[in-house]
């Protein structure tokens, strides 16, 4: 809100807008503009002021009123998506729901899902990633099916949660999967 001096209204607006995006959740933007015709005349004000701010592209236009509007055609800045990420630290929230809990380690079951060590809270491991990653959303998505892929393989992620984050281990899990890791290729290491 600071960096781009957005008003309380005009966050509402853009969270209404990004969960837009998503089909299954564009109810929640017609549902609010269905409460009230002030919440029309309001929204267009915020698109408009959004605009001015650089938070959405000047080359989107705007439908004047009574004309119908697409939620999912608003287009953002990329400074506004790259900063927006960096501060909602989406893609560290995602990478921890989908990281395994627990894993077996010499025989024994241990908690992985753990940050404690190397970081102070989930936030700072969240920030820590999103660096990491320099929240490039195409490598972000890459490491997430990564790490399913190594759910699905027991044995394979053994690593605490910032352990993983610290040491980039998605590089290596994607020299595992590749088969390019001291020449063990995983598929034939798991026929053995």
Known sequence: MGRYNLSPNELFIIRLLLLAKSEATMHYLSDFLQIDKYNKTMVRDCLYSLQEKGVILQSYIIPEEGKT????????????????????????????????????????????????????????????????????????????????????????????LSSFIINEFWTVLEEIKDGNRSNINFEETRLL
């Open 69 to 160: 509007f697409y939620p999912s055609e608003v287009l953002f800045s990329k400074n506004f998506d790259k900063n927006f990420e960096k501060a909602s630290q989406d893609m560290g929230r995602e990478l921890f729901s989908v990281y395994p809990t627990l894993a077996v380690i010499n025989g024994m079951t241990v908690p992985i899902k753990t940050i404690s060590r190397h970081f102070n809270s989930l936030e700072d491991a969240f920030r820590s990633y999103g660096k990491a990653i320099k929240y490039n959303k195409e490598l972000h998505n890459h490491i997430l099916e990564l790490v399913k892929w190594a759910s699905e393989n027991t044995g394979i992620l053994n690593c605490s």
